[in-house]
């Protein structure tokens, strides 16, 4: 299909690890992206992989990428309650769709306290 | 810099009632996006506008308009509202169309049409 594809939720507890997980569909995609939204508000890029990429670090965030299978992860380490909103992953296909962003409908995360 | 603004923040409209949504960029981006974002699905492109000048239709472009005013300001009209129409809708702005620059988007319009 054309969809990228998340888990609508995820619940941890706080100072546990996160991970979100997200298959993309395009191969030959050359960027991609975790964007956060908390309630009532905008998409706030959070961090982007280029697909020659394994892996990227920046802080508590994590990314892998597996080409092989078009998986995308996003790992939160330490997660906080300020961490508790809507993330989405999204996938910049290469040709003619490169001005496009596709994404993914987003997973809810809940942080306990 | 306030990077991407719009307005209004909410709105509520009957069915047939026209309005325009205003998205403004102080980026000095070059290329500017409609984005809607209804429950449980992610964001689907309505219009873009790649450069000042040009506008091109996206995934869901039925029943909308659009207009590249200069290279700040990207409006999207809605003619005839439709309770379909009902969804949040973000405005983005980029320094460029494709390449590795992220979008940038606004705080979003709330939609209700009745």
């Known amino acids: 299909g054309e969809d990228v594809e998340q888990s609508l939720f995820l619940s941890v507890r706080e100072g546990d690890s996160s991970v979100i997980n997200c298959t993309y569909t395009d191969s030959s995609s050359t960027y991609l992206y975790w964007y956060k939204q908390e309630p009532g508000a905008g998409l706030q890029l959070l961090t982007y992989?280029?697909?020659?990429?394994d892996m990227k670090q920046d802080q508590r965030l994590t990314v892998l990428l597996n080409k092989k299978d078009k998986h995308l992860s996003l790992r939160i380490a330490d997660t906080q309650t300020g961490d508790s909103a809507i993330y989405f992953c999204?996938?910049?296909?290469?040709?003619?769709?490169?001005?496009?962003?596709?994404f993914g409908k987003g997973t809810k995360l809940s942080v306990i306290p | 810099n306030a990077g991407v603004t719009q307005t209004p923040k909410f709105q509520v409209l009957k069915t047939g009632q026209s309005m325009t949504l205003q998205c403004a960029q102080d980026m000095n981006h070059n290329s500017m996006y409609w984005y809607r974002q209804d429950p449980g699905m992610g964001l689907r492109l309505i219009y873009y506008s790649a450069s000042e000048g040009t506008t091109d239709k996206g995934e869901v472009p039925n029943g909308y308009n659009v207009s590249r005013l200069n290279k700040r300001e990207f409006s999207l009209r809605l003619e005839s509202a439709a309770p379909s129409q009902t969804s949040v809708y973000f405005c983005?702005?980029?320094?460029?169309?494709?390449?590795?620059?992220?979008?940038?988007f606004g705080p979003g319009t709330r939609l209700l049409v009745l």
């Open positions: 983005a702005s980029s320094p460029q169309i494709g390449g590795q620059e992220t979008q940038y």
């Open positions: 999204a996938e910049r296909r290469s040709g003619a769709g490169s001005y496009q962003l596709t």
């Open positions: 992989i280029f697909s020659n990429m």
